[in-house]
Protein backbone atom coordinates (compact mmCIF):
# COMPACT_ATOMS: atom_id res chain seq x y z
CA UNK A 1 0.00 0.00 0.00
CA UNK A 2 1.51 3.33 -0.96
CA UNK A 3 1.54 6.18 1.16
CA UNK A 4 1.63 9.88 -0.88
CA UNK A 5 3.12 13.08 0.75
CA UNK A 6 2.67 16.47 -0.47
CA UNK A 7 5.29 19.14 0.82
CA UNK A 8 5.00 22.69 0.49
CA UNK A 9 8.28 24.23 -0.39
CA UNK A 10 8.98 28.29 0.16
CA UNK A 11 10.85 29.49 -2.23
CA UNK A 12 11.72 33.20 -2.77
CA UNK A 13 9.53 34.43 -5.52
CA UNK A 14 7.14 31.48 -6.07
CA UNK A 15 6.24 28.61 -4.51
CA UNK A 16 6.61 24.42 -5.51
CA UNK A 17 3.95 22.20 -4.73
CA UNK A 18 5.99 18.55 -4.62
CA UNK A 19 4.27 15.00 -4.91
CA UNK A 20 6.15 12.13 -3.07
CA UNK A 21 4.71 8.41 -3.71
CA UNK A 22 7.08 6.42 -1.01
CA UNK A 23 6.29 2.58 -1.62
CA UNK A 24 8.32 -0.52 -1.29
CA UNK A 25 8.28 -1.29 -4.71
CA UNK A 26 9.74 1.87 -6.34
CA UNK A 27 12.54 0.83 -8.14
CA UNK A 28 15.72 1.47 -6.70
CA UNK A 29 18.95 3.59 -7.73
CA UNK A 30 21.94 0.99 -7.33
CA UNK A 31 24.72 2.42 -4.60
CA UNK A 32 28.67 1.15 -4.48
CA UNK A 33 27.76 -2.05 -2.43
CA UNK A 34 24.90 -2.63 -5.38
CA UNK A 35 26.98 -1.63 -8.64
CA UNK A 36 30.06 -3.68 -7.47
CA UNK A 37 27.73 -6.59 -7.14
CA UNK A 38 26.59 -6.06 -10.68
CA UNK A 39 30.17 -5.98 -12.19
CA UNK A 40 30.67 -9.33 -10.37
CA UNK A 41 27.91 -10.66 -11.77
CA UNK A 42 28.18 -9.45 -15.25
CA UNK A 43 25.07 -7.41 -15.70
CA UNK A 44 26.77 -4.38 -15.49
CA UNK A 45 29.95 -3.47 -17.84
CA UNK A 46 32.31 -0.13 -18.10
CA UNK A 47 35.46 -0.39 -19.87
CA UNK A 48 37.59 1.03 -19.11
CA UNK A 49 36.65 1.44 -15.19
CA UNK A 50 38.94 1.99 -12.00
CA UNK A 51 37.57 1.44 -8.46
CA UNK A 52 37.94 5.07 -7.66
CA UNK A 53 34.99 6.02 -10.61
CA UNK A 54 32.58 4.12 -8.45
CA UNK A 55 30.82 7.11 -5.95
CA UNK A 56 28.46 6.28 -3.08
CA UNK A 57 25.42 6.31 -5.42
CA UNK A 58 26.67 6.57 -9.46
CA UNK A 59 30.17 6.30 -11.77
CA UNK A 60 32.02 8.88 -12.80
CA UNK A 61 32.59 8.73 -16.46
CA UNK A 62 35.40 10.63 -18.73
CA UNK A 63 35.65 12.64 -21.86
CA UNK A 64 36.45 10.75 -24.81
CA UNK A 65 38.88 12.57 -27.37
CA UNK A 66 35.78 13.46 -30.22
CA UNK A 67 33.79 16.37 -30.43
CA UNK A 68 30.80 16.96 -32.97
CA UNK A 69 31.23 20.72 -33.97
CA UNK A 70 28.06 22.54 -35.69
CA UNK A 71 28.36 25.06 -38.18
CA UNK A 72 26.12 27.94 -37.80
CA UNK A 73 23.45 28.16 -41.34
CA UNK A 74 22.21 30.72 -43.03
CA UNK A 75 18.92 28.56 -43.72
CA UNK A 76 16.46 26.86 -41.33
CA UNK A 77 16.82 23.86 -40.07
CA UNK A 78 14.06 21.63 -39.89
CA UNK A 79 13.54 19.69 -37.24
CA UNK A 80 11.41 16.19 -37.63
CA UNK A 81 11.73 12.66 -36.56
CA UNK A 82 15.14 11.82 -38.38
CA UNK A 83 17.08 14.63 -38.29
CA UNK A 84 20.15 14.75 -40.01
CA UNK A 85 22.73 17.24 -39.06
CA UNK A 86 25.97 15.59 -41.21
CA UNK A 87 25.93 18.61 -43.43
CA UNK A 88 26.17 21.35 -41.09
CA UNK A 89 28.66 19.78 -38.49
CA UNK A 90 32.05 17.84 -38.48
CA UNK A 91 33.95 15.76 -36.17
CA UNK A 92 37.44 16.86 -34.23
CA UNK A 93 39.97 15.10 -32.47
CA UNK A 94 40.87 16.60 -29.37
CA UNK A 95 44.47 17.20 -28.56
CA UNK A 96 45.43 16.26 -25.17
CA UNK A 97 47.21 19.37 -24.51
CA UNK A 98 45.56 22.11 -26.01
CA UNK A 99 41.79 20.39 -25.36
CA UNK A 100 39.22 22.47 -27.09
CA UNK A 101 37.81 26.00 -26.24
CA UNK A 102 34.19 26.10 -25.39
CA UNK A 103 32.95 29.36 -26.54
CA UNK A 104 29.69 31.39 -23.93
CA UNK A 105 26.91 29.54 -25.72
CA UNK A 106 28.52 27.48 -27.81
CA UNK A 107 27.04 23.67 -28.15
CA UNK A 108 29.20 20.54 -29.17
CA UNK A 109 28.82 16.68 -28.95
CA UNK A 110 31.17 15.10 -26.94
CA UNK A 111 31.13 11.23 -25.95
CA UNK A 112 32.17 9.62 -22.90
CA UNK A 113 35.46 7.65 -22.44
CA UNK A 114 34.05 4.46 -21.55
CA UNK A 115 31.74 2.09 -23.58
CA UNK A 116 28.54 0.95 -20.89
CA UNK A 117 26.90 -2.77 -21.20
CA UNK A 118 23.91 -2.65 -19.04
CA UNK A 119 21.81 -5.96 -18.58
CA UNK A 120 17.70 -5.78 -19.47
CA UNK A 121 17.04 -5.40 -15.97
CA UNK A 122 19.08 -2.14 -15.79
CA UNK A 123 18.82 1.71 -16.79
CA UNK A 124 20.85 4.20 -16.55
CA UNK A 125 20.90 8.32 -15.94
CA UNK A 126 23.44 10.78 -17.06
CA UNK A 127 24.37 13.72 -14.67
CA UNK A 128 26.54 16.20 -14.49
CA UNK A 129 28.95 16.99 -11.79
CA UNK A 130 28.61 19.92 -9.55
CA UNK A 131 32.01 21.33 -9.77
CA UNK A 132 31.35 21.93 -13.18
CA UNK A 133 27.36 22.94 -13.00
CA UNK A 134 28.99 25.94 -10.87
CA UNK A 135 31.01 26.75 -13.87
CA UNK A 136 28.07 27.08 -15.91
CA UNK A 137 28.50 23.72 -18.07
CA UNK A 138 25.95 21.45 -18.56
CA UNK A 139 26.73 18.28 -19.78
CA UNK A 140 23.36 16.87 -21.37
CA UNK A 141 20.99 19.36 -22.66
CA UNK A 142 17.92 16.87 -22.33
CA UNK A 143 18.62 13.48 -23.03
CA UNK A 144 20.18 11.84 -19.99
CA UNK A 145 18.38 8.55 -19.96
CA UNK A 146 20.09 5.00 -20.90
CA UNK A 147 18.02 2.67 -21.72
CA UNK A 148 17.82 -1.35 -20.16
CA UNK A 149 20.05 -2.99 -22.88
CA UNK A 150 22.36 -0.45 -24.47
CA UNK A 151 25.70 -1.22 -25.18
CA UNK A 152 28.03 1.63 -26.67
CA UNK A 153 29.49 4.81 -25.52
CA UNK A 154 27.20 7.83 -24.50
CA UNK A 155 26.85 10.91 -26.43
CA UNK A 156 26.94 13.60 -24.45
CA UNK A 157 25.01 17.25 -25.40
CA UNK A 158 27.60 20.03 -23.95
CA UNK A 159 26.74 23.74 -23.98
CA UNK A 160 28.61 26.12 -22.21
CA UNK A 161 26.08 28.69 -20.29
CA UNK A 162 28.48 30.71 -18.65
CA UNK A 163 29.98 34.25 -20.05
CA UNK A 164 33.51 32.80 -19.79
CA UNK A 165 35.12 30.80 -21.80
CA UNK A 166 35.58 27.13 -21.23
CA UNK A 167 38.61 24.65 -22.20
CA UNK A 168 37.75 20.75 -22.07
CA UNK A 169 40.44 18.30 -22.11
CA UNK A 170 39.91 14.61 -22.91
CA UNK A 171 40.32 12.78 -19.67
CA UNK A 172 38.43 14.69 -17.71
CA UNK A 173 35.50 13.20 -15.82
CA UNK A 174 33.25 15.22 -17.12
CA UNK A 175 30.38 13.27 -16.06
CA UNK A 176 28.59 10.52 -13.51
CA UNK A 177 25.79 7.63 -14.29
CA UNK A 178 23.33 6.21 -12.06
CA UNK A 179 22.28 3.11 -12.58
CA UNK A 180 18.51 2.06 -12.11
CA UNK A 181 16.79 -0.84 -11.77
CA UNK A 182 14.76 -1.34 -14.88
CA UNK A 183 11.31 -4.14 -15.04
CA UNK A 184 11.05 -6.21 -17.43
CA UNK A 185 12.41 -8.32 -20.31
CA UNK A 186 12.27 -5.54 -22.91
CA UNK A 187 15.91 -4.37 -24.36
CA UNK A 188 16.86 -1.23 -26.47
CA UNK A 189 18.00 -1.78 -30.26
CA UNK A 190 17.48 2.18 -31.53
CA UNK A 191 19.43 3.65 -34.27
CA UNK A 192 22.03 4.86 -31.33
CA UNK A 193 22.84 0.97 -30.23
CA UNK A 194 26.54 0.57 -30.36
CA UNK A 195 27.28 4.21 -31.21
CA UNK A 196 31.23 4.61 -31.17
CA UNK A 197 31.42 8.88 -31.92
CA UNK A 198 29.14 11.55 -31.46
Not at 76 to 105: M, Q
Not at 142 to 168: A, C, H, K, M, Y
Request: glycine fraction near 10%.
Amino acid sequence: MGVLIWQLHSIPIYFMLSLYYVNDDLMAIMTKTEINKLISEKKLSIRPLKNDQIGAGSIDLHLGNELRLFDEMDKIFDVTDTPNYSGFSRLVKLNAKEGFVLEPGEFVNGITLERIKLSKGLAGRIEGRSRFARLGLLVHVSSGFVQPGTDGRIVLEIVNLSRNRLRLKPGIRICQIIIEEARGDDSYKGKFYGQKSP
